[in-house]
């Protein structure tokens, strides 16, 4: 095969170096020469209109001389003949007629000599300048065609050289074809790629009805002390998969629970954190279990649609945690309000107008004011629809968000301080057995916050008051926007507790502000949050 393709890029090179290339040359030189033709033939035809120009203009002035003439004769026949006139009145009536025949003469002279220069013109024009300029064009399109069939012989040439060449390739093509031997293959590829996966035994019987402590049989499915039936990711084995599984899947669903914050990272002894994570490496459970759950379970709703830095911001603002995606579409909610304030105003101010014209006419025509009012009512439509919009995405953030004030949230602290057992619990509430995250409805419904402007001005004023500290557990690079970076180890102040989705909201200093895992951090609540 790699034999055939190389003769056909010897007929490619071949043919680029010793047809296209001398073709495309030849083609410009043969544009430039039809171009010229082309002009010749353009040159002659204004020449011969030029000419048909002249002599229309001759003849229209032989014309007039011969009647100024006539006229002129009419008159000194008319005065000849009347006895009351002059002598000297009748001789400059003829010397008048003398003088308009004698222009007449002349035109005729010159109206005659080009009309027989027109017609030679004409002649010269149909018999020999656009025969030559048409026999030009055929002769070089006879010339191309010529060269045309000079290429396809040279072509011609280059494949024959091949043919031999090619014709024992395809020789050996269909003798390796029929050397094919599939049984081997199939071998081959069986000792590549086989599993080693070993089905498990018969299932033993238990007797209930004996009291006896009941013992699973080793050979069962469901065996966790067997590590054969069991996944081993990581290290240089050979994970062992159940079949028709796709690999990523399975990986997915053993290792990774779906949850919108990040997991923390593997820790020595978890359970020593009060509010610690679970440890990402997992408790084993049965396979059955897992390949049952695998079949069974539905996709989790994230609390987090997506947080990539750099990307494009969502119209709804769904990368944004609960709380800075409520203000930003209160904000906008806020913007869109004004814009159609100002747009009824302006309707207001061209309906004003538009009486005024139809009360006084002369001021203005009130038919001119008819498109301009269209277009603003077509605008207030598109935001007030646009503005529906933000509002219906606001409600439902603000359903999801507890039914409480801003400063009612901020000294609450108090409470959560003389609670730390339901602080504590938060996050194992927030965890299903297997470790996913599973984000809870509220029991009370869809409750709307309701959110003034004076919160929202109060916010801008004075930043929130600390309601706790609280210290890292472990490393987070926060890359996302509304988040923030912490090193393990450090303190922090602790301005906002977790919502339930699990996000706490820190501070480093007065300037740098954001949202932290709240598996990643240990928080210690501030008793006296409210008086300070």
Not at 45 to 73: G, P, V
Not at 238 to 248: E, H, M, R, T
Request: with cysteine.
């Amino acid at each position: 095969m790699n034999d055939y393709a190389g003769q056909h890029e010897v007929i490619s090179e071949n043919m680029t170096s010793n047809i296209t290339v001398e073709l495309a040359r030849y083609v410009q030189e043969l544009k430039q020469e039809r171009k010229s033709y082309f002009h010749d033939g353009r040159k002659a035809q204004q020449h011969i209109e030029i000419c048909w120009k002249q002599l229309e203009s001759s003849k229209r002035r032989f014309e007039r001389d011969c009647k100024e003439a006539d006229r002129a004769q009419q008159y000194f026949e008319k005065m000849d003949a009347d006895i009351n006139v002059t002598k000297a009145d009748v001789e400059k009536a003829r010397q008048q007629a003398q003088v308009r025949h004698q222009m007449a003469e002349d035109s005729k002279a010159d109206y005659s000599s080009i009309l027989q220069k027109f017609n030679h013109e004409q002649h010269e024009y149909y018999h020999t300048h656009i025969p030559n300029i048409f026999q030009k064009i055929q002769e070089m399109e006879e010339r191309r065609i010529v060269r045309i069939g000079e290429s396809m012989k040279t072509y011609a040439e280059v494949d024959r050289q091949v043919i031999p060449i090619i014709g024992k390739c395809l020789d050996e093509i269909v003798k390796a074809a029929e050397s094919i031997d599939q049984k081997n293959d199939s071998q081959l590829v069986i000792e590549a790629y086989k599993s080693g996966f070993e089905p498990p035994g018969d299932i033993e019987f238990e007797d209930y009805t004996q009291p006896m402590k009941r013992t699973v049989s080793d050979n069962s499915l469901s065996n966790s002390r067997e590590g054969k039936s069991e996944l081993k990711f990581g290290g240089k084995s050979k994970g062992k998969l159940w079949p028709f599984i796709k690999k990523n899947k399975l990986m997915s669903l053993l290792t990774s629970p779906h949850q919108p914050p990040p997991p923390p990272p593997a820790s020595a002894s978890p359970s020593a954190v009060p509010n610690g994570p679970q440890s990402p490496k997992q408790q084993k459970e049965p396979l059955s279990h897992r390949f049952n759950e695998f079949m069974t379970s539905k996709p989790k709703m994230h609390c987090f649609r997506s947080l990539k830095r750099g990307g494009a911001t969502p119209e709804d603002f769904s990368n944004l945690p609960p709380e800075q995606r409520r203000k930003k579409l209160q904000q906008k909610v806020d913007e869109l309000n004004k814009e159609i304030q100002k747009e009824m105003d302006q309707r207001d101010a061209i309906t004003k107008m538009k009486d005024v014209y139809l009360k006084n006419p002369q001021m203005g025509d009130p038919a001119s004011l008819d498109h301009k009012l269209a277009e603003v009512s077509q605008n207030i439509e598109k935001l007030r629809l646009e503005a529906q919009k933000f509002e219906a995405w606001l409600a439902e953030v603000e359903g999801r968000l507890p039914a409480r004030s801003e400063q009612g949230r901020r000294q609450s602290g108090m409470f959560d301080a003389q609670n730390p057992a339901t602080v504590n619990s938060c996050a194992q509430d927030r965890e299903s057995p297997d470790g996913s995250y599973t984000e809870e409805q509220s029991q009370e419904g869809e409750v709307k916050v309701l959110a003034t402007d004076f919160d929202d001005e109060f916010d801008e004023e004075e930043p929130l008051p600390a309601i706790g500290t609280c210290k890292a557990l472990y490393t987070f690079e926060g890359q996302n926007e509304g988040t923030v970076s912490v090193v393990e180890g450090e303190t922090l102040y602790v301005i906002e507790e977790d919502k339930g989705d699990g996000w706490t909201r820190i501070r480093r200093n007065e300037d740098e502000e954001g949202y932290v895992p709240t598996s990643y951090v240990e928080v210690y609540l501030d008793k006296n949050a409210k008086d300070s």
